[in-house]
Structure formats: C-alpha cells, structure tokens
C-alpha cells in the first residue's frame, strides 16, 4: 500500500450560467474568455464535486480518479491536459515558498512540489451533461492543492486564474452566490478573474428546480463548440460586443433589488441569445432536446397564466433546464414542469425506441 505523507480534501458547488461564456480569446490562451459572464453558485449540499488529494514519495507520476475510473494522465485526453496544467501552476508556486504547510512531511516546499499525487474526484450529478460538473471539479480541484501546497490569493496570482486553466467556469465555483467573471482590460488579461458580486445570504428565496433532460455526455464539448462559434458566428461576435457587458450590468441590478421579474427575463433571454448563438454556428450546435424546448414553452405559459414571470429557465452546454423561481412560486411552478416534462420525457424516450426498433409502428 502506498504511504501517503500529506493529504488535502476540498469540495465545490456547480454554478449555472445566468449571462453566458461563449467563446475563448485563441490569441491569449489560458480560456481567456472573450466576454465577461456571471453565474449563481448552487448550494454545496446539492449538486457537488469533491476531490482528495494525496501526496507521496512513492508516487512516481500522478494519477487521477474521476468517478470511480482511473483517467490515463500523461495522455491527450481534455482532463489529462487540464489536470497537468493545472498541477504545474499550483507546484511551481509551491516550490517558491519559503517553508511547506506545517502539516506537511516534507522537509521543504522544493521537495513537496516534486512528490507524485493521487487526485480522487467524483460528482454527485451527471458528469458532463450540461451541468458544470466541470466547473465544480476544477474549482474542487484547485482548492484541493491550494490545501495540500499551501498556496494563497495574492496581489500576483490567483487561485481563479488557476481554476480558469482547468475549466473557464470553475473560476466562479470559487465562490458562493452571485458571481461575475470579467472578461479583463490589460493586454495580458491577468485581470481576468471572478469575483462575487452577491453572497448566497444576499437572495435566500431564490430556488432552482433542475430538469434532468438527459444524463448522456453532450456531443460538442464546450471547448470545441466555443472554438467553431468563435470561428463561424457573426452573431457571436455581436453578443461579446454589444450585449453580453451591458446585460451583466442590468443582472447585477436586478439581482441587488431582487427584482425576479427582471432578473428572469435577463437570464431568459441570455440563454436564448447563447443557444441562437449555437443556431449561428456552422455547421450548428444543437444542446436543446424536444424536453429542453417543452420546459420553455412550459415557463413561459406558466408566467403568462400568472401574468408576470415567476419562473426562468437557462440551459447551459446541454439540454438540462435549470428553472428560478422565487420561494412562493416553487411549487406550483415544479408541478407545472412536472405535468410538462415529465410526460414529454416518457413520450420521447417511447418515440426513440419506436424508432430504434419498429419504425413501421409509430
Ligand atoms: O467552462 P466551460 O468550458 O465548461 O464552458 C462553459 C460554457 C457554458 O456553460 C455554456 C456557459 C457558462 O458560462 O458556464
């Protein structure tokens, strides 16, 4: 068995998109994005990642586990790239301390950054479905090895930009509540960073009811869909320029005065504007299933019938909805959902194996 000298565990909530990240500054790298973006963290009791992290010795190269299958780390693989990324930033400034973490076996920082480590990570939701579970499994990560190699927020480096090399979103899983990422001003874009706008004590009515539309792996990852947008939709162009700054802007006012009407229909519109975005894109991202659209059409009937918006929907990279609603709306707005979804789920997946199987029959 491998004798583990120093150990560190850290969790971290997803965040869902309330003004959207799309797209990466390719001349800058590191996801610098090309639009500041802001999202609200979900309570960490929910939808999670939690991460281990041991260091030995013994340990001759990393190794990670995510969800219970080991990963091949020196690969090509997306999270082989990020995890190694990630790891070389927290070591290198590591091995610049003066003196490891007093809890820490070795006999000085230089030694600790050389170590092998054991990365142990596993979501309480479906991985890569659309909900963060990349965002919440970077910052989980990030926070983990700021633990283990005693590396802090300073004036020069930050823990967010860090995240960032992992996942873009995970620099907002950092914190709680209302968080916006700024796209940054210097040429560097070292200023690209999340900072919270909102504490999660800021709004305590604010509820999410989340619709599993599908569990599958989406097709696109971000990362190549945010690159074919960037290269093929004018329309992306337009909302990095003129929409996405001035709508976070109005967010953050609407959510200072908790104001559910308009802070709804932002966060519609924006998810609209992302998914159209994907429409422009050539040849086009689809994220939204027949379920996804059935919750939209749903929300919006229930606000007309209530005459005033009580419920908003977003959809991330995927066709899961996430839908806001204030405490007093919850559930009559779940069950509104329920009686929608639900049945439009059941006749989806009939309709798939109707196909599948026995086209004559539908
Ligand atoms: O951070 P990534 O590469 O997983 O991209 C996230 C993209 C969206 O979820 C669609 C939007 C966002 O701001 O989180």
């Known amino acids: 068995p491998l004798e583990v000298f120093d150990m560190a565990s850290a969790l971290a909530p997803t965040n869902i998109a309330v003004v959207k990240y799309w797209g990466k500054d390719a001349a800058r790298g590191g996801n610098t994005p090309i639009n500041s973006s802001a999202s609200l963290t979900l309570d960490p009791n929910d939808l999670r990642a939690e991460t281990v992290m041991v260091a030995s010795p013994e340990l001759r190269s990393d190794e990670l586990y995510l969800n219970g299958r080991k990963v091949d780390v020196k690969g090509d693989g997306t999270h082989a790239k990020r995890l190694r990324r990630c790891l070389a930033t927290m070591r290198r400034r590591c091995a610049k301390a003066k003196h490891p973490p007093r809890s820490s076996r070795a006999t000085s920082s230089e030694e600790l950054s050389r170590w092998g480590v054991r990365v142990v990570s596993r979501n ?32 020069s480096f930050s823990l967010s930009a860090t995240a960032r090399e992992g996942s873009g979103s995970a620099c907002r899983s950092l914190d709680g509540g209302l968080v916006a990422w700024r796209k940054g001003c210097r040429a560097d874009r070292a200023d690209s960073k999340a900072e919270q706008l909102f504490d999660e004590r800021h709004w305590p009515d604010l509820r999410c009811v989340i619709i599993v539309a599908s569990a599958a792996e989406k097709e696109t990852p971000s990362t190549e869909g945010m690159q074919r947008s960037v290269a093929t939709s004018p329309f992306l162009t337009h909302r990095a320029e003129a929409v996405a700054e001035p709508r976070l802007l109005d967010l953050q006012k609407a959510f200072r005065q908790r104001n559910f009407e308009r802070f709804g229909e932002l966060t519609m519109r924006d998810s609209n504007s992302f998914h159209a975005t994907c429409l422009d894109t050539f040849p086009p991202i689809f994220y939204l299933n027949e379920v996804s659209k059935r919750a939209i059409t749903c929300v919006h009937a229930f606000n007309a019938a209530q005459k005033r918006t009580r419920a908003a929907y977003t959809f991330d990279a995927g066709p899961n909805a996430v839908v806001f609603c204030e405490n007093e709306a919850a559930a009559d707005a779940f069950a509104a959902l329920a009686a929608t979804c639900f049945l439009g789920a059941d006749l989806s997946r009939r309709g798939l194996r109707g196909l599948t199987n026995a086209p004559e029959k539908l």
């Open 124 to 155: 309480t939701f479906p991985t890569a479905a659309g909900l963060a579970s990349s965002a919440a499994g970077y910052a989980a990560l990030v926070r983990c090895a700021s633990e283990l190699y005693g590396v802090r927020d300073t004036p």
